[in-house]
């Protein structure tokens, strides 16, 4: 893809945003960037585009400046539908998303996981199970690191493994990974996709163009994810916890089995996963299935998974103090994350929930909350939504923010309890991202640690 000298506006300002901008600049391209929000709102991006001779347009998109473009770029965060777009796509100018972007520079093998929960965690077992097989492994995408910045690291021999979110792939064109996961699919980010059916599409586009040489890895324990699998022209695995599958990762009394046609592996015991819950032995199969079709040897697998610990936000060991354990899971973004969180721990749970809505149905959550939870404490724009639909379940408490709702956990909490955030929403109500939510949650905590004697608190894990 040649785009030296060719007019290109980049839309969104996020992680992604910048560092495409910089990418097009850096190979010739005449780039300027387009955002909706204030400029003061985007101070820490600004200078560095400026530097390079990009022009900025802040708080709002001007019509003029989407007119005579070459390409547009879109963040992952921009909808579709924004009419300055929907203009320029009936005028014929192409629109791509990051990750379509970066698609067409790296080099190497892509591999792309999606899913609603899971996927980062997957994403980052799967990099270093092919790490520690041996292979030259590069790990990015909605996991933090924009699959753009990875272009320049990436040689003929690299495994490009890609965490993927379904705003991402409404973006692609010719995206085209070697193995493809959908690790589950509930309902979620209603807010922009507008309907159930149309988020599942969004996901299924990962298969897209992929043909009969290519890998679809899909969770057969998800009645939509096996729905998807007529949908996939790529050889089709299979992964289980509940069943043994002719090909692809599953259980067997307590161990972890690797299947291809009448081939069958023992990877490792299920025991030896450090990872709390069980959909995290979902993910760990999904990303052993991600392993062996590399080519990684069982005892380098298992080696992996073993020394693997929880990835930030997600299901992370903070602190113990006076005999309460606390636990970050930020990005626990939707209610089957939530769900996920609850069912992690027996009981004794004190749990903060909300943020921005999506769309979602907290009612879902009363029988776990009943059965498992001691309290409730709302934060964000949500919170009078949640209480609504969990009314009748636990005592309740609207804390407003998240360091009022810590200090009323630390409050209520006995010795043998446990208090978790796993908001079940989005972040951007009061956070910048599920990542500043978690880093305030954990301040919060090593906090009232710092005020507590050391005979009284427990390290993190």
Known sequence: MDVKAKRVLVVGLGKSGVASAIFLKERGARVSVSDAKAEDQLRSAIPALLDKGISVETGGHGERTFRDQDLIVVSPGVPSDVPQLQKARAQGIPIIGEVEL?????????????????KTTTTALAGEIIGMGGYEVLVGGNIGTPAIALVADSTSDTYNVLEISSFQLESIDGFHPEIAVILNITPDHLDRHHSFDAYVLAKARIFENQTAQDHAVLNADDATCAGLAGKARAQVHWFSRKKEVERGAFVRDGKIFWREDSDELEIMPASGIRLKGTHNLENVLAAVSVGRLVGCEPHRIRRAVEEFKAVEHRLEYVATIQGVEY????????????????????????????????????????????????????????????????????????????????????ESAAPGDIVLLAPACASFDQFESYEHRGHAFKEAVHALAARKAPSEVGGAA
Not at 102 to 118: D, E, M, P, V, Y
Not at 395 to 408: D, G, H, M, Q, S
């Open 102 to 118: 970066a698609s067409r520079f790296l080099k190497g093998h892509i591999l792309a996981i999606t899913g609603s929960n899971g």
């Open 327 to 410: 636990y970050n899971d930020s990005k626990a973004t939707n209610v089957d994350a939530t769900i996920k969180a609850l069912e992690a721990f027996p009981g004794n749970i004190h749990i903060i929930l909300g943020g921005k809505d999506k769309g979602s149905d907290y009612s879902v959550l009363k029988d776990l909350l009943r059965a498992r939870a001691k309290r409730v404490y709302t934060i964000g724009a949500a919170a009078e939504k949640i209480e609504s639909q969990i009314a009748g379940t636990v005592p309740v408490l609207r804390a407003e923010t998240l360091e009022t709702a810590v200090k009323r956990a630390v």
